[in-house]
């Protein structure tokens, strides 16, 4: 037996083979058997756990051996650890945190092309956030202003707020996507994962680092005050 789900470790959706398992009745009508499992892609292990009615037992045999894939999401009750929760770079601005969930939940689902749109959208948006990081209004005028990807990251390099190194490579990245070119990018897997990679380091560059820098130095003032 296997499932079809996405995994926690690596982000994609794969198949992860049932290697052991071991069942336990914990009621009249129900059944839980807890499996261990490894993801075809990336081989680590997680546990899968999930509700069967007594009544249909006798579908779920021999669990090493049956060659049916279940998609995780139709199991019962079922429980997968580690958990996979998508997550951003700490200290986004909110739209820029949606956005970059969105591209994450596409990227999940393999949808390539949809994540690399988002990711892109992500870089354009951090951009202008990083230009006015506390100010939700300035940002929407600047976002208003009709100005594509490669002047706004020149720009970001102009004003010294990234090097000149993160700046060609995010030119590489732009170019890989066709961002100014169509609506719709052209990427496949790979060049989604070199998106996806450049798109997280860019975000948190212009935003993770300078937040935990500026929330050290808060709790070094305030311990400046009291003593
Ligand atoms: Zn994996």
Redesign the pocket.
Known sequence: MAFRIN?S??S?T?IFKVKCYHTKTFDRLNWRPYCFVV?D????GSLVSFNVNSGYQHYYTDFEKDSVVYDFSELREARLVPENKLTAPEHLPSILNDTYLDAEFNFSSSRWKAAAQLYLQSIEFACIAAKAPHDEIESQSLSAQRMDLTKRINILFDEGLITERMKNWAHKIRVLGQYHKHRYVEANEDDTKDIREFCELFLKYLFTMPGLIQSREERLEARKVQS
Request: net charge negative; with cysteine.
């Open positions: 995994c470790y690596c994609t794969s993801c892609n990336c081989e680590n």
